[in-house]
Protein backbone atom coordinates (compact mmCIF):
# COMPACT_ATOMS: atom_id res chain seq x y z
CA UNK A 1 0.00 0.00 0.00
CA UNK A 2 2.70 2.53 0.83
CA UNK A 3 4.42 1.58 -2.34
CA UNK A 4 1.73 2.21 -4.62
CA UNK A 5 0.74 5.43 -2.50
CA UNK A 6 5.01 6.39 -3.28
CA UNK A 7 4.67 5.32 -6.83
CA UNK A 8 1.24 7.38 -7.11
CA UNK A 9 2.62 10.74 -5.98
CA UNK A 10 5.88 10.54 -8.04
CA UNK A 11 3.62 10.03 -10.94
CA UNK A 12 1.25 13.14 -9.82
CA UNK A 13 5.01 14.90 -9.33
CA UNK A 14 6.34 14.09 -12.84
CA UNK A 15 3.20 15.85 -14.38
CA UNK A 16 3.60 18.73 -12.21
CA UNK A 17 7.43 19.73 -12.96
CA UNK A 18 7.47 17.45 -16.28
CA UNK A 19 8.33 18.69 -19.64
CA UNK A 20 5.08 20.04 -21.37
CA UNK A 21 6.46 19.86 -24.78
CA UNK A 22 5.19 17.16 -27.14
CA UNK A 23 6.98 14.87 -29.30
CA UNK A 24 8.06 15.78 -32.29
CA UNK A 25 6.43 13.00 -34.43
CA UNK A 26 6.50 14.27 -38.16
CA UNK A 27 8.89 11.80 -38.80
CA UNK A 28 6.49 8.83 -38.84
CA UNK A 29 4.96 9.40 -42.34
CA UNK A 30 7.94 7.80 -43.43
CA UNK A 31 8.72 5.67 -40.13
CA UNK A 32 9.96 1.74 -41.21
CA UNK A 33 10.23 2.78 -44.90
CA UNK A 34 12.22 5.20 -46.83
CA UNK A 35 13.03 6.26 -50.19
CA UNK A 36 16.74 6.41 -49.77
CA UNK A 37 18.80 3.40 -50.54
CA UNK A 38 21.08 1.34 -47.98
CA UNK A 39 23.62 -1.20 -47.59
CA UNK A 40 24.88 -2.88 -43.84
CA UNK A 41 28.16 -4.42 -43.02
CA UNK A 42 25.95 -7.30 -42.49
CA UNK A 43 23.73 -7.65 -45.71
CA UNK A 44 25.97 -10.54 -47.15
CA UNK A 45 25.75 -12.94 -43.84
CA UNK A 46 22.16 -12.75 -43.37
CA UNK A 47 21.36 -15.55 -45.67
CA UNK A 48 24.30 -17.70 -44.68
CA UNK A 49 23.83 -17.14 -40.39
CA UNK A 50 21.99 -19.56 -38.74
CA UNK A 51 18.81 -17.77 -37.07
CA UNK A 52 18.13 -15.74 -33.90
CA UNK A 53 15.98 -17.82 -31.68
CA UNK A 54 13.26 -15.12 -31.80
CA UNK A 55 12.80 -15.56 -35.31
CA UNK A 56 12.90 -19.68 -34.72
CA UNK A 57 9.91 -18.79 -32.82
CA UNK A 58 7.63 -16.29 -34.73
CA UNK A 59 8.63 -18.09 -38.17
CA UNK A 60 4.88 -19.11 -38.00
CA UNK A 61 3.62 -16.45 -36.30
CA UNK A 62 1.56 -13.26 -38.24
CA UNK A 63 2.05 -9.91 -37.74
CA UNK A 64 -1.78 -10.25 -36.54
CA UNK A 65 -0.97 -12.85 -34.18
CA UNK A 66 1.91 -11.16 -32.57
CA UNK A 67 -0.29 -7.73 -31.72
CA UNK A 68 -1.08 -6.42 -28.22
CA UNK A 69 -4.41 -7.54 -28.76
CA UNK A 70 -3.69 -11.27 -29.53
CA UNK A 71 -0.39 -11.83 -28.56
CA UNK A 72 0.60 -15.15 -27.10
CA UNK A 73 2.33 -13.85 -23.21
CA UNK A 74 4.43 -17.32 -22.54
CA UNK A 75 5.89 -16.58 -26.14
CA UNK A 76 7.11 -13.00 -24.89
CA UNK A 77 8.10 -14.78 -21.71
CA UNK A 78 10.49 -16.97 -23.99
CA UNK A 79 11.91 -14.62 -26.09
CA UNK A 80 11.92 -11.50 -24.30
CA UNK A 81 12.61 -13.53 -20.73
CA UNK A 82 16.50 -13.40 -21.50
CA UNK A 83 16.63 -10.57 -23.16
CA UNK A 84 15.32 -8.83 -19.97
CA UNK A 85 17.85 -10.81 -17.66
CA UNK A 86 20.78 -10.29 -19.83
CA UNK A 87 20.26 -6.61 -19.28
CA UNK A 88 20.22 -7.08 -15.06
CA UNK A 89 16.51 -6.96 -14.98
CA UNK A 90 13.66 -9.67 -13.72
CA UNK A 91 10.59 -11.62 -15.25
CA UNK A 92 8.28 -11.15 -12.83
CA UNK A 93 4.45 -11.92 -13.00
CA UNK A 94 2.21 -9.89 -14.99
CA UNK A 95 -1.32 -11.17 -12.67
CA UNK A 96 1.01 -9.07 -9.94
CA UNK A 97 0.05 -6.06 -11.10
CA UNK A 98 -3.33 -3.67 -11.92
CA UNK A 99 -3.13 -2.15 -15.36
CA UNK A 100 -3.22 1.04 -14.81
CA UNK A 101 -0.48 3.96 -14.91
CA UNK A 102 0.87 3.32 -11.35
CA UNK A 103 0.81 -0.41 -11.85
CA UNK A 104 2.65 -0.22 -14.52
CA UNK A 105 5.29 2.29 -12.90
CA UNK A 106 5.57 -0.42 -10.52
CA UNK A 107 5.99 -2.83 -12.76
CA UNK A 108 8.80 -1.14 -14.48
CA UNK A 109 10.52 -0.15 -11.05
CA UNK A 110 10.19 -3.55 -9.16
CA UNK A 111 11.55 -5.31 -12.90
CA UNK A 112 14.67 -3.40 -12.64
CA UNK A 113 14.40 -0.25 -15.07
CA UNK A 114 16.24 2.73 -13.92
CA UNK A 115 15.53 6.13 -16.57
CA UNK A 116 12.55 5.57 -18.27
CA UNK A 117 9.23 5.92 -16.33
CA UNK A 118 5.75 5.14 -16.84
CA UNK A 119 4.89 8.91 -17.65
CA UNK A 120 7.92 8.80 -20.00
CA UNK A 121 5.50 6.02 -22.19
CA UNK A 122 2.32 7.44 -21.45
CA UNK A 123 3.63 10.83 -22.96
CA UNK A 124 5.03 9.14 -25.90
CA UNK A 125 2.43 11.07 -28.31
CA UNK A 126 0.47 13.74 -28.72
CA UNK A 127 -2.70 14.71 -26.88
CA UNK A 128 -4.90 16.05 -29.97
CA UNK A 129 -4.15 12.26 -31.82
CA UNK A 130 -4.77 10.57 -28.40
CA UNK A 131 -8.18 12.34 -28.09
CA UNK A 132 -9.08 11.46 -31.77
CA UNK A 133 -8.55 8.09 -30.98
CA UNK A 134 -10.16 8.26 -27.85
CA UNK A 135 -6.98 7.41 -25.50
CA UNK A 136 -5.73 8.86 -22.64
CA UNK A 137 -1.91 7.81 -22.63
CA UNK A 138 -0.01 5.23 -24.81
CA UNK A 139 0.84 2.59 -22.16
CA UNK A 140 0.51 -0.58 -24.18
CA UNK A 141 -2.00 -3.00 -23.23
CA UNK A 142 -0.97 -5.36 -20.36
CA UNK A 143 -0.08 -8.12 -22.98
CA UNK A 144 2.78 -6.22 -24.28
CA UNK A 145 3.91 -4.97 -20.78
CA UNK A 146 7.42 -7.48 -20.80
CA UNK A 147 7.97 -5.88 -24.54
CA UNK A 148 8.00 -2.77 -23.06
CA UNK A 149 10.40 -3.87 -20.54
CA UNK A 150 12.85 -5.30 -22.47
CA UNK A 151 13.06 -2.17 -24.46
CA UNK A 152 13.38 0.53 -21.42
CA UNK A 153 16.13 -1.69 -19.64
CA UNK A 154 18.03 -1.83 -22.87
CA UNK A 155 17.26 2.29 -22.65
CA UNK A 156 19.06 2.48 -19.39
CA UNK A 157 22.00 0.13 -20.74
CA UNK A 158 22.37 2.72 -23.73
CA UNK A 159 22.40 5.86 -21.62
CA UNK A 160 25.19 4.35 -19.13
CA UNK A 161 27.15 2.95 -21.79
CA UNK A 162 27.30 6.26 -23.83
CA UNK A 163 26.77 8.87 -21.24
CA UNK A 164 24.10 9.94 -24.07
CA UNK A 165 20.49 10.88 -22.68
CA UNK A 166 17.91 10.01 -24.52
CA UNK A 167 13.97 11.53 -25.05
CA UNK A 168 11.21 8.74 -26.19
CA UNK A 169 9.15 10.06 -28.95
CA UNK A 170 7.20 6.82 -29.69
CA UNK A 171 7.10 3.34 -28.59
CA UNK A 172 3.16 2.07 -28.89
CA UNK A 173 0.78 3.09 -31.10
CA UNK A 174 -2.51 1.84 -31.76
CA UNK A 175 -3.57 0.94 -34.83
CA UNK A 176 -5.56 4.00 -34.67
CA UNK A 177 -3.39 6.70 -33.71
CA UNK A 178 -0.63 4.85 -36.06
CA UNK A 179 -2.88 5.65 -39.04
CA UNK A 180 -3.71 9.28 -38.27
CA UNK A 181 -0.44 9.95 -38.13
CA UNK A 182 0.58 7.87 -41.71
CA UNK A 183 2.54 5.47 -39.93
CA UNK A 184 3.33 1.78 -41.92
CA UNK A 185 0.56 -0.18 -41.98
CA UNK A 186 1.94 -3.06 -39.77
CA UNK A 187 4.07 -1.00 -38.01
CA UNK A 188 6.03 -2.51 -35.27
CA UNK A 189 4.87 0.42 -33.05
CA UNK A 190 1.22 -1.42 -33.05
CA UNK A 191 2.83 -4.18 -31.30
CA UNK A 192 4.66 -2.30 -29.07
CA UNK A 193 8.09 -3.61 -30.23
CA UNK A 194 9.94 -0.24 -31.09
CA UNK A 195 10.94 2.31 -29.80
CA UNK A 196 11.50 5.87 -31.14
CA UNK A 197 14.08 8.45 -29.51
CA UNK A 198 15.96 11.57 -29.79
CA UNK A 199 19.07 12.66 -28.59
CA UNK A 200 19.18 16.11 -29.48
CA UNK A 201 21.77 16.51 -31.96
CA UNK A 202 24.11 14.65 -34.34
CA UNK A 203 27.03 14.02 -32.28
CA UNK A 204 24.83 12.44 -29.97
CA UNK A 205 22.74 10.24 -32.42
CA UNK A 206 26.58 9.05 -33.55
CA UNK A 207 27.56 8.01 -30.59
CA UNK A 208 24.54 5.66 -30.01
CA UNK A 209 24.53 4.73 -33.86
CA UNK A 210 27.78 3.58 -32.77
CA UNK A 211 26.77 1.74 -29.83
CA UNK A 212 23.88 0.02 -31.70
CA UNK A 213 26.44 -1.14 -34.68
CA UNK A 214 28.83 -2.75 -32.47
CA UNK A 215 26.77 -4.03 -29.81
CA UNK A 216 23.57 -5.06 -31.36
CA UNK A 217 23.91 -5.08 -35.23
CA UNK A 218 27.11 -6.86 -35.83
CA UNK A 219 26.88 -8.56 -32.34
CA UNK A 220 24.28 -10.76 -31.18
CA UNK A 221 24.42 -8.39 -27.55
CA UNK A 222 21.90 -10.75 -25.70
CA UNK A 223 23.52 -14.15 -26.17
CA UNK A 224 26.22 -14.98 -23.04
CA UNK A 225 27.90 -17.47 -25.22
CA UNK A 226 29.20 -17.28 -29.00
CA UNK A 227 26.92 -17.47 -31.95
CA UNK A 228 26.60 -17.31 -35.76
CA UNK A 229 23.01 -16.03 -35.14
CA UNK A 230 22.77 -12.21 -35.83
CA UNK A 231 20.34 -9.98 -33.45
CA UNK A 232 16.43 -9.37 -35.03
CA UNK A 233 16.62 -5.86 -34.86
CA UNK A 234 14.86 -3.02 -36.78
CA UNK A 235 17.46 0.13 -37.35
CA UNK A 236 15.66 3.54 -39.06
CA UNK A 237 18.66 6.40 -38.59
CA UNK A 238 17.03 9.82 -38.45
CA UNK A 239 19.50 13.14 -38.47
CA UNK A 240 18.93 13.17 -34.14
CA UNK A 241 16.95 10.15 -33.31
CA UNK A 242 16.85 6.47 -33.90
CA UNK A 243 13.96 3.46 -34.82
CA UNK A 244 15.25 0.62 -32.49
CA UNK A 245 13.24 -2.51 -32.74
CA UNK A 246 13.43 -6.13 -31.35
CA UNK A 247 11.69 -9.40 -32.23
CA UNK A 248 9.60 -7.86 -34.87
CA UNK A 249 7.94 -10.56 -37.57
CA UNK A 250 9.12 -8.86 -40.35
CA UNK A 251 12.27 -10.08 -39.34
CA UNK A 252 15.73 -7.92 -39.50
CA UNK A 253 15.92 -5.11 -41.34
CA UNK A 254 17.40 -1.46 -41.37
CA UNK A 255 16.67 2.09 -43.07
CA UNK A 256 17.42 5.52 -43.68
CA UNK A 257 15.20 8.61 -43.27
CA UNK A 258 15.47 11.71 -45.93
CA UNK A 259 17.01 13.88 -43.42
CA UNK A 260 20.09 11.59 -42.43
CA UNK A 261 20.74 11.13 -46.00
CA UNK A 262 20.63 14.91 -46.77
CA UNK A 263 22.17 16.19 -43.65
CA UNK A 264 24.29 13.88 -41.20
CA UNK A 265 27.76 15.27 -41.48
CA UNK A 266 29.11 12.33 -38.98
CA UNK A 267 31.18 9.05 -40.33
CA UNK A 268 28.91 5.92 -41.07
CA UNK A 269 29.21 3.35 -38.69
CA UNK A 270 27.09 -0.44 -40.09
CA UNK A 271 24.95 1.51 -42.70
CA UNK A 272 26.04 3.23 -45.59
CA UNK A 273 24.03 5.84 -48.49
CA UNK A 274 24.20 4.32 -51.70
Known sequence: MKLKLLLTL?????????????PDQSYIINDEKSDVVSTSVTDKLISTNAKDYSEELLKDVTFEEDSCESNNILRDVLIFGEKIKSL??????????????????KFL???GVQTMSAMD??????KSTMVSCNETNMIPPKSCWYRSLAFSLLI?????????????TSHYRSSCYNNKLGGAKKSDHISAKAMDFSMGNQENRHEVEKFICN???????????????????????????????????H????WVY?????????????????
Open 156 to 168: DKIEDETGVDTTL
Open 121 to 126: IANSGT
Open 251 to 254: GRRH
Open 215 to 249: KLWKENYFMDSETEALSNVSIGLGKTYIHLGLDST
Open 109 to 111: TES
Open 10 to 22: TLIFSISCGKNTE
Open 258 to 274: NDYAKANTMPATCWNIN
Open 88 to 105: GGHVLDLDEFGEDEVEFQ
